[in-house]
């Protein structure tokens, strides 16, 4: 969104610490499934100590590479431009690792992604105040919408 977006916005988060006015939030990781089959989900940590090969296109590509270190793997990260449109060519390596990639990048790969592909679940963790004003909001809207018998 621009910047201008933030005059007419109700609740601002940010991922990390947060400024005056914005509310914070964490991502956190536990789960990674291979492409196109998400019901033989695992913990992340079953590549902990592993080298791997990790693609992102999305904002900020080096916070994915650096949580999958932080995650004991040894990444090989490869950056995209946020919002890249990946074609098969962008996935070809002259390596066997295992590809990792973000939600985003795998629903633009999916058709055409190698074997050895894994996505990465990251769930965004708000801060108890956000959740507490969003709900306020939420219950205001429901109020303002609700139609008498």
């Given amino acids: 969104e621009p910047l201008s977006r933030l005059k007419s916005v109700d609740l601002m988060i940010c991922n990390g610490p947060a400024n005056p006015g914005e ?12 492409l196109n089959r998400r019901d033989e989900a695992r913990p992340l940590a079953t590549f902990n100590g592993q080298a791997v090969r990790a693609i992102a296109g999305i904002g900020h590509p080096q916070r ?12 090989s990260g490869i950056a995209f431009p ?44 708000p801060d108890a105040a956000f959740v507490q004003r ?15 018998d």
């Fill in 23 to 34: 509310f914070s939030m964490q991502l956190g990781s536990a789960m990674i499934y291979p």
């Fill in 134 to 148: 969003f709900d306020h909001l939420l219950a205001g809207l429901k109020t303002c919408h609700t139609q008498p």
């Fill in 82 to 125: 946020d919002h890249h449109r990946y074609r098969a060519s962008d996935l070809q390596f002259d390596d066997q690792l295992p590809l990792l990639m973000t939600e985003k990048d795998a629903v633009k790969c999916q058709k055409f992604a190698p074997k050895a592909t894994w996505v990465v679940c990251v769930d965004a963790q």
């Fill in 64 to 75: 994915f590479f650096d949580m999958l270190t932080e995650q004991g793997m040894r990444v």
